[in-house]
C-alpha cells in the first residue's frame, strides 16, 4: 500500500461493482458507514464468513489474484448454496502486505518480480466479480487495511432462504441415503500437483511419475489433465442452484459444502445429527476422467484423494430413500454413495479399508 492509499484503492475495487451495486431497492452499498439491506418478511437471514491466509490457504507465488479472488467469493457463496441459501450480497476485508513477495504470479505476465498492489487488487476484484457475478451477488462493504508481513483475507456472505427451511448439518436419520453432486478428488488432486511444483527447488514441478512426461514436469509443464484438476482447486463453482432446488425438493434432511474432504465432513453431519454412523461405498464415489488418469499415471490413490483431499466445494446429503428420485430431478445429477446407519463409525466399503480422515488447516 506504499503507492497508494486506502481510499484509491477502495475506490478502485468499488468502481468494478459500480453496476451491480443495488440488490433491488431500498439497498445501500459501499461509500457509507454500513450498508443497508431491507428486511423482507418469511425469510431467514443466512450469514457466513471465512478467513484466507496467505501460506495457510494459499501461496502468493501460484496463485494468480484472478483466481484467489474467484475463489475467496467462492467458497464463501458455497456456504449459503449448503443450507439451501440464495446469496444476496458480499462483504471484503483485505489486509494487503506493504510489499508483495518478490515472486508473485499474475495472469498475463506469468510470475513477475513485482506487481504494483493496485493491478494485483484490480484483477483480484476482477476474480472476486467473475464468481460473484455468476450468481447475481454484489459486492456491499468491507475494510481494507496494510498487514506487516502476510496477506490476509475475509469475506462475509449474507444470504436468505424461507423462515425455518434452511438444510443443517443436524437432520441426517439412520436408513438415509448420502449423496453428492458431483465429482470429489479433483480439486485434492490439484492441491497436490501445487504443492508439488512449489517444493521443487526451482519453483517447478518435479515429482515423480513415469519417464515419458518427467522432463516436462521437471519443467513445470503439467499436461492439460492436471491443469484441469488445479484448475478445480482454484476455480471451484460453488452449487448454489443445486443447493435451493434440493431445499425445495423436499426429503433432503441434511447438507453442507464439501471443504475438508467427505471423511471430516461427514462427521461433521453424523455428530450434528447424534446419529450413529454410514456405510460408503467407495466403487460408487463419482470420480472424474481426469483424476483417474492423473492418479494412475502419478501412482496416487483416487479414493484417498476423493474421500480426505477435501476443497471440491460439491454438496454432502442425506436423503430420505423415497425421496431419492425427486432430489435426482431437482439438480440432474446425484449420486448415492452410502447410507447413514445406526451402527456407529464410518465403514468404507470396497478399498483398501483405510480408516480415512478428513484435511485438517491444524
Ligand atoms: P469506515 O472507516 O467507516 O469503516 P472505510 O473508510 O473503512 O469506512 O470504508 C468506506 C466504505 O468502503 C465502506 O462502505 C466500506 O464498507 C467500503 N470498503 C472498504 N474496504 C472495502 C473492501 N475491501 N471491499 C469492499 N468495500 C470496502
Ligand atoms: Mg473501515
Not at 452499498?29 to 464468513?49: F, H, K, M, S
Not at 440432474?332 to 466399503?349: A, D, H, M
Request: include cysteine; hydrophobic fraction near 40%.
Amino acid at each position: 500500500m506504499s503507492n497508494i492509499g486506502e481510499f484509491d484503492l477502495i475506490e478502485r475495487i468499488s468502481a468494478q461493482f459500480r453496476d451491480n451495486q443495488a440488490n433491488g431497492a431500498g439497498t445501500l452499498g459501499i461509500g457509507d458507514d454500513c450498508a443497508v439491506l431491507p428486511q423482507r418478511e418469511g425469510l431467514d437471514t443466512l450469514v457466513t464468513t471465512d478467513l484466507l491466509i496467505e501460506e495457510r490457504h494459499f501461496l502468493l507465488s501460484d496463485i494468480s489474484p484472478w483466481q484467489l479472488g474467484w475463489k475467496s467469493a467462492a467458497v464463501n457463496i458455497s456456504d449459503i448454496a449448503a443450507m439451501g441459501g440464495r446469496p444476496e450480497a458480499t462483504f471484503l476485508s483485505i489486509a494487503l502486505p506493504k510489499k508483495f513477495p518478490s515472486k508473485v504470479h499474475s495472469s498475463g505476465a506469468g510470475t513477475t518480480d513485482s506487481v504494483p498492489v493496485a493491478d494485483w487488487v484490480d484483477e483480484f476484484i476482477g476474480g472476486f466479480k467473475a464468481l460473484s457475478g455468476r450468481f447475481g451477488v454484489p459486492l456491499l462493504g468491507g475494510d481494507t487495511s496494510a498487514s506487516p508481513d502476510k496477506l490476509f483475507i475475509n469475506v462475509t456472505v449474507l444470504g436468505s432462504c424461507p423462515h425455518g427451511a434452511a438444510i443443517l448439518r443436524s437432520g441426517a436419520k439412520a436408513g438415509d441415503l448420502v449423496c453428492v453432486t458431483g465429482p470429489l478428488g479433483d480439486a485434492g488432486a490439484g492441491l497436490k500437483l501445487i504443492l508439488d511444483r512449489a517444493a521443487s527447488p526451482d519453483g517447478s514441478d518435479a515429482s515423480g511419475g513415469q519417464a515419458s512426461c518427467h522432463s516436462e514436469r521437471s519443467r513445470g509443464i503439467f499436461s492439460l489433465q492436471e491443469q484441469t484438476l488445479i484448475r478445480r482447486h482454484y476455480e471451484p463453482v460453488p452449487r448454489v442452484a443445486e443447493g435451493i432446488a434440493l431445499r425445495e425438493c423436499g426429503g433432503v434432511h441434511a447438507m453442507m459444502d464439501i471443504s475438508d474432504g467427505i471423511a471430516s465432513d461427514l462427521r461433521h453431519i453424523l455428530k450434528a445429527s447424534g446419529v450413529l454412523g454410514a456405510d460408503i461405498d467407495l466403487k460408487s464415489l463419482p470420480l472424474s476422467d481426469e483424476l483417474r488418469a492423473v492418479c494412475g499415471e502419478r501412482g496416487l490413490d483416487p479414493y484417498e484423494l476423493a474421500v480426505s483431499g477435501g476443497e471440491d466445494y460439491e454438496l454432502l446429503l442425506t436423503v430420505a430413500p423415497e425421496a431419492l428420485e425427486k432430489a435426482r430431478q431437482a439438480v440432474g445429477s446425484l449420486s448415492v454413495i452410502g447410507r447413514i446407519t445406526s451402527e456407529p463409525g464410518i465403514r468404507w466399503e470396497g478399498g483398501s479399508h483405510k480408516d480415512y480422515q478428513g484435511f485438517t488447516h491444524f
